[in-house]
């Protein structure tokens, strides 16, 4: 946290005139493996991050909603809760404001309330500072509210704030991650039936150190790219008659590459293909251990950039670098079109695979990338107060 959780009901005292009633924090996430298969209804298995957004807040008497944001600039946003619509709210304060509509269209009476955010969980870096601010806010109001909704049940209002508010058509992986994460271990979630296990992911205890890349290659969901690939794993899943791709296996791409277009085979292949990763990668974790996960990364990675095309060169060259640096495996994680990429490697070899990718950079003329390490930390909860 950029202010830890004393140093916020301070600032919100300060600005607000009164205490708040408490602090609440939701962790961004790093996507382990399984990408774009969640709104397929397909297997995902990311984990919560020592990175979080946390929000101080106290209920009003009125249906009034200021939002102050220490970390963008330090904005304030004021809204009447009965004014809020889907699409009504623009900017980072749609992500607040739009779980708080999401619960009152869901049938939860909100009240309106002051709040005051901070994060350090990096924006359009790939690691859901989206999810962690919808998720702080859900728990809160949540809790003000006594709406008694579980884990699951917020992380889908979390998901329809961002659908309907923002107007980013994700799916559900962050927010489930952000909610559901636990320390040391990774969720993997059925997508379809929204079944979530903790997988232990004792990367320390096996001496092994999980390194993000941020390519400051910044990306946003509600444009372009993210949404075309959505729209064609639907197609695909059309023509080949199923409810969704997740209906899909290995043993039907045959068939599907004599009935779709050459693009969209290669969508389906990706989904199809690392469905079936994300299951070998649970399996290699209660097994043999997350050192035995470096292949399953590699052919990941490989196929989003060939078949899903959706890396960017920044992202080619931190796989690449990372690995004849010596990471046991690499891949970029999220919705892609830029943010980061993630490395495994031996702990001995951290600074030398930061080392490498920081002087490849420079050596292609990019940015300095931001290169740092994550632990699996807890999901969302109250933290003060
Ligand atoms: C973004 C979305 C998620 C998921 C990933 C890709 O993070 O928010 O729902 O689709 O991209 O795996």
């Known amino acids: 946290m950029t202010l830890s959780a004393p140093e ?12 708040p009633a408490g602090v609440w924090s939701a962790p961004g996430r790093v996507n382990l493996i399984g990408e774009h298969t969640d709104y397929n209804d397909g297997f ?12 101080a807040a106290a209920p009003r008497r009125d249906r009034t909603t200021q939002v102050h944001s220490a970390f963008n600039g330090g904005s304030t946003v004021s809204a009447s809760l009965d004014d809020l ?23 939860a009476r909100v009240p309106g309330v002051d709040l005051y955010l901070d994060s350090d969980v990096p924006v359009g870096a790939g690691l859901s500072s989206s999810a962690a601010l919808e998720c702080a806010v859900a728990v809160m109001a949540n809790e003000l509210s006594d709406a008694g909704l579980t884990g699951p049940e917020l992380a889908a209002l979390g998901q329809r704030a961002e659908n309907l508010m923002v107007g980013a058509p994700t799916g559900i992986m962050d927010q489930s991650a952000s909610l559901l994460g ?17 997988v232990p992911l004792d990367l320390a205890g096996n001496g092994l150190t999980l390194l993000v890349i941020d390519t400051k290659v910044s990306h946003e969901h509600s444009t372009g790219g ?36 050459e693009e969209t085979f290669r969508r389906v292949r990706h989904i199809v ?25 590699n052919e990941s990675h490989a196929s989003m950039r060939d078949d899903f095309e959706i890396s960017c060169p920044e992202l080619d060259l931190a796989v ?18 830029g943010g980061s990429a993630i490395a495994l490697v031996n702990s001995d070899d951290a600074d030398a695979v930061t080392a490498a990718v920081t002087v490849a950079f420079a050596a292609a003329g990019y940015a300095a990338p931001a290169v740092f390490t994550v632990l699996p930390a807890a999901g969302a909860g109250r933290v003060q107060g």
């Open 8 to 19: 916020l009901v301070t600032a919100f005292t300060n600005r607000f005139g009164r205490e």
């Open 44 to 55: 995902v298995l990311p984990f919560a991050i020592n990175r979080s957004t946390s929000v």
């Open 85 to 107: 619509q889907a699409g009504s709210i623009q900017g980072w304060a749609a992500y607040p404001l739009g779980v708080l509509w999401a619960f009152e269209d869901h049938g």
């Open 182 to 198: 636990e320390e040391g271990h990774a969720v993997f979630l059925d997508c379809r039936t929204r079944e979530a296990q903790l």
């Open 226 to 261: 993210y949404a075309a690939r959505r729209t064609s794993c639907e197609r695909g899943a059309e023509a080949m008659g199923v409810a969704a791709l997740r209906d899909l296996s290995l043993a039907d791409l045959p068939a599907a590459a004599g009935i779709l277009d």
């Open 273 to 297: 293909t690392e469905n079936d990763r994300v299951l070998a990668a649970v399996d290699v974790l209660r097994g043999q251990g997350p050192a035995g996960l470096g292949a399953l990364l």
């Open 320 to 337: 690449d670098t990372a690995l004849s640096a010596g990471a046991l495996g690499a891949r970029m994680t999220g919705g892609g079109f």
